[in-house]
């Protein structure tokens, strides 16, 4: 779309300002009204039309001075427009740069809940609650607007999007049950999302984060963020306490909803003084700077069974990684629409029996990822060969999906996971070259990459072989 075009004889194009999931944001005008408005066009060739109507049809449900206010909406051609009042300002992706206070970081994650809050009233969940969808208008201080309701859903409503639909664009803010590709989130999801903001202001960190989405995502369902008193020592006992609640795994341990969450924030009276800590995107927050022992705790998720286990963080988790998407998905394409977790739990669940059996923990990522995690129990060996066990019967399951093994060594666990991630994307690749590795291998079973830190302990008792600078882990005849 070019500047200068006018849709409907009233809404001119002027200004391209960003680019997002699927479309553009122009700025524009509007000529029956004379202000400003926000032109978002769909790209041609995006298929998810429903998407962009639902979008606009919640939209005109809200009139609320912290929700992006809807103009019109319709097609040209091919292509479908929304159009909003123009916010003039900065997003809070843009305005974290430069940091909060404590004072601060409640303040505006105060507004944001409150906004949210008339969403949740409403039944709705928003979905995609993170920086680059709250804006800050210009001047006017106290407030904020939510935009982006482009994956926003009635309570009870299914997601039909693909998995990989769902995570386009940054996941460090998506809730455990978002992780797990859940088609149905309440508010809490969002409250979990909220959490990661109001982390993120206080500490100048993101609550996750990691090089690869997979890694990003194992963090988010297995990992809690650092300690919020060592990463921010100014804020206040309340304010610690809502972070962790908010941040909890388990929705049922949550606040209900942002109304839940905005009141607690008002009742934070006393706050002392405090620095602004300018933002560091790629900062993981469990990294050297933080001691270690300290900095997280491994959580047990509800998707993992029993609650009442709760693993203390003695050693080291042991996880194994695989690529398991033509197993679970069957013949289903990409772009099929997507019809249900049940359909990839079903054929999961007899992958993920495995891994209870040998007391691991697992779970199918929204991204394809299959993740089992062996939390360090009284022995490193005992749970280092009941991972590598289980890895091998996974195998004898699924001969074909590359897999890989490594343990978590305490530097910051997400490095660790990126190294996982990163051998599985190249055993893929050995896959799809059908190249498999090494000698005395049957061709119709791929081996097993080990990170090199497992190498040497488990060959003592595995057949372990190397090829080039990789190891790997062999069923035995
Ligand atoms: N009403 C608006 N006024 C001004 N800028 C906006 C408005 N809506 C969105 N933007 C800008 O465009 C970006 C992308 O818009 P968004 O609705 O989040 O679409 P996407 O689904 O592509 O993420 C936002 O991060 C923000 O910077
Ligand atoms: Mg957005």
């Given at each position: 779309?070019?500047?200068?075009?006018?849709?409907e004889?009233?809404?001119?194009?002027?200004?391209?300002?960003?680019?997002?999931?699927?479309?553009?944001?122009?700025?524009?005008?509007?000529r029956?009204?004379?202000?400003?408005v926000?032109?978002?066009?769909?790209?041609?060739?995006?298929?998810?039309?429903?998407?962009?109507e639902?979008?606009?049809?919640?939209l005109?449900?809200?009139?609320?001075?912290?929700?992006?206010?809807?103009?019109?909406?319709?097609?040209?051609?091919s292509?479908?427009?929304?159009?909003?009042?123009?916010?003039?300002g900065?997003?809070?992706?843009?305005?974290?740069?430069?940091?909060?206070?404590?004072?601060?970081s409640?303040?505006?994650?105060?507004?944001?809940?409150?906004?949210?809050?008339?969403?949740?009233?409403?039944?709705?969940?928003?979905?995609?609650?993170k920086?680059?969808?709250?804006?800050?208008?210009?001047?006017?201080?106290?407030?904020?607007?939510?935009?982006?309701?482009?994956?926003?859903?009635?309570?009870?409503?299914?997601?039909?999007?693909?998995?990989?639909?769902?995570?386009?664009?940054?996941?460090?803010?998506?809730?455990?049950?978002?992780?797990?590709?859940?088609?149905?989130?309440?508010?809490?999801?969002?409250?979990?999302?909220?959490?990661?903001?109001?982390?993120?202001?206080?500490?100048?960190?993101?609550?996750?984060?990691?090089?690869?989405?997979?890694?990003?995502?194992?963090?988010?369902?297995?990992?809690?963020?650092?300690?919020?008193?060592?990463?921010?020592?100014?804020?206040?006992?309340?304010?610690?306490?809502?972070?962790?609640?908010?941040?909890?795994?388990?929705?049922?341990?949550?606040?209900?909803?942002?109304?839940?969450?905005?009141?607690?924030?008002?009742?934070?009276?006393?706050?002392?003084d405090?620095?602004?800590?300018?933002?560091q995107?790629?900062?993981?927050?469990?990294?050297?700077?933080?001691?270690?022992?300290?900095?997280?705790?491994?959580?047990?998720?509800?998707?993992?069974?029993?609650?009442?286990?709760?693993?203390?963080?003695?050693?080291?988790?042991?996880?194994?990684?695989?690529?398991?998407?033509?197993?679970?998905?069957?013949?289903?394409?990409?772009?099929?629409?997507?019809?249900?977790?049940?359909?990839?739990?079903?054929?999961?669940?007899?992958?993920?029996?495995?891994?209870?059996?040998?007391?691991?923990?697992?779970?199918?990522?929204?991204?394809?990822?299959?993740?089992?995690?062996?939390?360090?129990?009284?022995?490193?060996?005992?749970q280092?060969?009941?991972a590598?066990?289980?890895?091998?019967?996974?195998?004898?399951?699924?001969?074909?999906?590359p897999?890989?093994?490594?343990?978590?060594?305490?530097?910051?666990?997400?490095?660790v996971?990126?190294?996982l991630?990163?051998?599985?994307?190249?055993?893929?690749?050995?896959?799809?070259?059908d190249?498999?590795p090494?000698?005395?291998?049957?061709?119709?079973?791929?081996?097993?990459?080990?990170?090199?830190?497992?190498?040497?302990?488990?060959a003592?008792?595995f057949?372990?072989?190397?090829?080039?600078?990789?190891?790997?882990?062999?069923?035995?005849?």
């Open positions: 779309m070019k500047p200068g075009t006018v849709i004889s009233r809404f001119e194009i002027l200004v391209k300002t960003g680019a997002g999931a699927g479309g553009w944001v122009f700025m524009g005008r509007d029956q009204s004379g202000h400003s926000a032109v978002k066009l769909l790209d041609p060739h995006e298929s998810d039309f429903q998407r962009f639902r979008e606009s049809a919640l005109t449900e809200f009139s609320h001075p912290g929700i992006v206010r809807y103009v019109a909406h319709g097609r040209i051609g292509r479908r427009y929304l159009v909003m009042e123009w916010v003039e900065q997003t809070l992706r843009e305005r974290l740069i430069h940091g909060f206070t404590v004072r601060e409640i303040d505006v994650v105060c507004r944001i809940a409150e906004a949210l809050a008339a969403v949740h009233e409403r039944g709705i969940v928003h979905r995609d609650i920086p680059s969808n709250i804006m800050f208008p210009a001047g006017l201080d106290d407030q904020i607007k939510l935009v982006d309701f482009g994956i926003a859903r009635k309570v009870g409503q299914p997601s039909s999007m693909t998995r990989t639909g769902l995570i386009i664009g940054t996941p460090g803010y998506m809730s455990p049950e978002q992780v797990l590709g859940e088609r149905h989130v309440d508010a809490r999801s969002d409250v979990f999302s909220l959490g990661c903001i109001l982390y993120a202001c206080l500490c100048g960190r993101p609550a996750f984060v990691a090089t690869h989405m997979a890694s990003t995502l194992t963090a988010i369902l297995f990992f809690d963020p650092a300690r919020l008193d060592l990463l921010c020592p100014e804020a206040p006992g309340p304010i610690r306490d809502l972070v962790k609640r908010m941040l909890a795994k388990d929705p049922a341990d949550r606040p209900s909803n942002a109304a839940a969450v905005a009141a607690e924030l008002a009742g934070v009276i006393e706050v002392p405090s620095l602004r800590r300018p933002f995107p790629k900062v993981a927050p469990y990294s050297h700077q933080t001691p270690l022992a300290n900095s997280f705790e491994l959580m047990t998720t509800k998707t993992v069974g029993d609650p009442a286990l709760r693993y203390p963080n003695e050693g080291a988790p042991v996880f194994v990684l695989a690529s398991m998407d033509e197993e679970l998905r069957g013949d289903r394409s990409e772009y099929d629409e997507y019809h249900g977790d049940e359909e990839v739990e079903d054929r999961a669940g007899p992958v993920r029996d495995i891994v209870t059996h040998h007391s691991g923990l697992s779970a199918v990522l929204a991204d394809g990822t299959f993740v089992a995690m062996f939390p360090a129990g009284q022995s490193q060996a005992e280092t060969i009941q590598a066990n289980c890895a091998l019967e996974l195998r004898r399951m699924v001969p074909l999906a897999m890989v093994i490594g343990v978590g060594d305490f530097k910051p666990a997400t490095t996971l990126d190294r991630v990163e051998s599985l994307i190249e055993e893929s690749f050995r896959g799809v070259l190249d498999p090494g000698t005395g291998g049957d061709d119709d079973t791929l081996p097993i990459r080990l990170d090199s830190s497992l190498s040497e302990f488990l003592e008792k057949d372990v072989s190397q090829e080039g600078k990789s190891h790997y882990l062999r069923p035995r005849d």
